[in-house]
């Protein structure tokens, strides 16, 4: 039977690591994959993290199986994470939760709840998104378009093509969101282009989808959720798919969450059930190590004022980078305006060079970043700052 079957091309991300371990140069620099990293390069445990654990590791005493809705102090503390304490719609019990393996787990189930729906249900996506949305989404079955997003000219939202291309929809469109740090460009909306997609929304009825993956990443954990709350607010169905690889670096552990806003609390329950079914037909039960972590540090005052100290520290490395990056570029001989560096938020940046540029840095220079020439502004060091400057103006 097996012989049926061809081997597929290397994921192309999976071999830039490969060829980047395998580099024997001493400066070479990985802007490839999107994981948080150091100063050294290093891709650490939060320090609240390895508190928690510790905590857990003498409290836990049974590995029986929780319920496919996870720990539930994790979903209450992740629903407030991101839509505050005093959001109504918790307040009416409108919002189910369920722990979810990571991020993209989450995306999933939503994607399966999306396909139970009588309506032929079109998910729209930003134009560039993350690349996993398109298999995570379209191996559900769903049917999936893109909307105008960015402006590779200026670095910046194309919003007015976004906004003509969101007029056209309604309630059998979703849309998917970047809640913020939009992966793979780090262009993020403004509250005032928040405002024009809440009011779309509420206006044409589609159902906003947002993915967040990166709260506190970005201006700070509030701050990063400004939209969403906004859309919380005013309309009355929504999902959000949340991700703790990140904001907690419990990439491995795969830890996030599916939240799901209804009109009232009984179709939240009844949606929370087909969730759960959705689970059940997959992967079955909810993992259950990352969520005991998040929980402990969401409901223990001193080790969530560590972990937001540390988020804190994390996002001030990324911004310092990035405003490090434009003066070196700026110091150099180079035509292009690398301004947006500083004006997109969170981990990535499209340096909007040429395909046969981003090999020119990789062969010549050993920096090594995505085709697309998105880079991990984190995957960077004070030290090798002015080194890919300098490979920058050489191959511009
Ligand atoms: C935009 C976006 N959404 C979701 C995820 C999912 O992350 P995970 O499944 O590791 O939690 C990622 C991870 O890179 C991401 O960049």
Known sequence: MFDQLNALPADPLLGLISAFQNDPSPTKVDLGVGVYRDETGHTPIMSAIKKAAKIHL??????????????????????????????AALADNRVAGLQTPGGCGALRIGAELLMRMKDDVTVWLSDPTWANHIPLLKSAGLKLASYPYFDKKTGAIDFEAMDTSLAKLGPSDVVLLHGCCHNPTGADLSYEQWQRVTERAVNQGFIPFVD??????????????????????????????????????????????????????????????????????????????????????????????????????????????????????????????????TSQKGMFTYLGITKEQVHRLRDEYAIYMADSSRINVAGLNTHCLDYVADALESVL
């Open 58 to 87: 003498d409290t836990e005493s049974s590995k029986t199986y929780i319920s496919p809705v996870g720990v539930p102090g994790f979903v209450s503390g992740v629903k407030k994470l991101v839509l505050s304490e005093q959001s």
């Open 212 to 341: 967040i993956a990166y709260q506190g990443l970005g201006d700070g954990l509030n701050e990063d959720v400004k939209g969403v709350r906004l859309l919380s607010e005013n309309v009355e169905e929504m999902l959000i798919a949340t991700s703790c690889s990140k904001s907690f670096g419990l990439y491995r552990e795969r830890t996030g969450s599916l939240l799901i806003q209804t009109k009232t609390a009984v179709q939240s329950n009844a949606a929370l059930t087909h969730a759960q079914d959705a689970a059940r037909a997959s992967y079955s039960m909810s993992p259950a190590y990352g969520g005991y972590l998040v929980d402990l540090i969401l409901n223990t005052p001193a080790l969530r004022s560590e972990w937001e100290q540390e988020i804190n520290t994390m996002a001030r490395r990324v911004k310092s980078l990035r405003s490090g990056l434009l003066e070196k570029i700026q110091q150099r001989d180079i035509d292009k305006d690398f301004s947006f560096i």
